[in-house]
């Protein structure tokens, strides 16, 4: 049987909960509310194992605060023997407009530390990770504000529908395999 473990990058707290940073965590929230599942907090992180078509899916949020997610992603790779191709990290990224979407299977950090503490924990920069575009709509100096700010009302018209396309990426990523999904999904 395949396992992948999807991780969904965020900060812990309620203060981060409805913020742009955290899409990652909305992602697997979202996908377990859809599903009716629910997660439990384990070691490092809170845990979910889910079954479709034969794999096993771990998602993966951790609560080691974003700056320091590697620890919780080498932990849970190495506890469940998840090969590196079968990473699935899901990320902001303020280089792409809102709500648009791009699976990569490798690449550099694009500035975001969640992703430069992954690399370093792994050593590599080959693994797959979805990007969620939230755009740069900030002025000079205002990034920080910008990605811990929260969803502005026009983007929340459109999230619920962005977060369903996620799930398709994340479970055709599991079935057909990144080549596939990134034809199929990337950029819309």
Partial sequence: M???????????????????????????????????????????????????????????KPNTFMNLSGKAVKYWMTKEKIPLENLLVITDDLNLPFGTLRLKTKGSDGGHNGLKDIQDKLRTSTYCRLRFGISAEFSKGKQVDYVLGHWSEEENKFLKERLMQCHKVLESFVLAGPKLTMNDYNGK
């Fill in 2 to 60: 395949k396992k992948f473990l999807i991780v969904g990058l965020g900060n812990i707290g309620e203060k981060y909960e409805e913020t742009r940073h955290n899409i990652g965590f909305k992602v697997l929230d979202s996908y377990a509310n859809d599903n009716e599942l629910s997660f439990k907090t384990d070691k490092l992180g809170d845990i979910l194992y889910h079954k479709i078509k034969g794999r096993t899916l771990v998602f993966l």
